[in-house]
T-cell receptor, first 113, second 116 residues
Framework: GENVEQHPSTLSVQEGDSAVIKCTYS??????FPWYKQELGKRPQLIID?????GEKKDQRIAVTLNKTAKHFSLHITETQPEDSAVYFC????????????FGTGTRLQVTL | AAGVIQSPRHLIKEKRETATLKCYPI?????VYWYQQGPGQDPQFLIS???????DKGSIPDRFSAQQFSDYHSELNMSSLELGDSALYFC???????????????FGPGTRLLVL
């Protein structure tokens, strides 16, 4: 089955700096890669996703890059703000068949003033 | 916009008791997923349903069962509860798109289950 590794497990940045979170996946058939933000005790909220036919996607301060050859994708947050502090999960799935999400182990991002 | 609804939001049970968690997907969504999230852990896929049929099965114990009803809501039934079943249980829903399959999963607020 799919295995998703995520690094780092914790990340502390100063407000205004950039944050980068990296994930690797094992199943070459995976073709959909969402990122979720989860605040303590709350639901995972989708912040951005990318499909395997695209190498990069950007939405305001958030961008995701995908390298299918290396089975590697990354989340980039620029101009971080205190409200960005949360746990971020990457995930991978196949579309069209069994579309369960396999999550990475999460990155706790702390944005300090 | 309407979101995924889960009930109850909190549940306290004793060991060996049973629990039923309910999920109401976003209107028009045809696929429901159940995930279990332990403290400090990532969500683990349990089971999913598409058009009232089981679609995929993950690490769901035999003590658990689930179904999707004609109105697309789903219920997760948990029997012989154990201390280790204490977790957040999330339901998510998605809409099948012919050219993309089932994709974006939207999560409900979760049910926090505590087994004493």
């Amino acid at each position: 089955g799919e295995n998703v590794e995520q690094h780092p497990s914790t990340l502390s940045v100063q407000e205004g700096d950039s944050a980068v979170i990296k994930c690797t996946y094992s199943d070459s058939a995976s073709n959909y890669f969402p990122w979720y933000k989860q605040e303590l005790g709350k639901r995972p909220q989708l912040i951005i996703d990318i499909r395997s036919n695209v190498g990069e996607k950007k939405d305001q301060r958030i961008a995701v890059t995908l390298n299918k050859t290396a089975k590697h994708f990354s989340l980039h947050i620029t101009e971080t703000q205190p409200e960005d502090s949360a746990v971020y999960f990457c995930a991978a799935s196949r579309t069209g068949t069994a579309s369960k999400l396999t999550f990475g182990t999460g990155t706790r991002l702390q944005v300090t003033l | 916009a309407a979101g995924v609804i889960q009930s109850p939001r909190h549940l306290i049970k004793e060991k060996r008791e049973t629990a039923t968690l309910k999920c109401y997907p976003i209107p028009r969504h045809d696929t429901v997923y159940w995930y279990q999230q332990g403290p400090g852990q990532d969500p683990q896929f349990l089971i999913s349903f598409y058009e009232k049929m089981q679609s995929d099965k993950g690490s769901i114990p035999d003590r658990f069962s689930a179904q999707q009803f004609s109105d697309y809501h789903s219920e997760l039934n948990m029997s012989s509860l154990e201390l280790g079943d204490s977790a957040l249980y999330f339901c998510a829903s998605s809409l099948t798109q012919r050219d993309r399959g089932r994709e974006t999963q939207y999560f409900g607020p979760g049910t926090r289950l505590l087994v004493l």
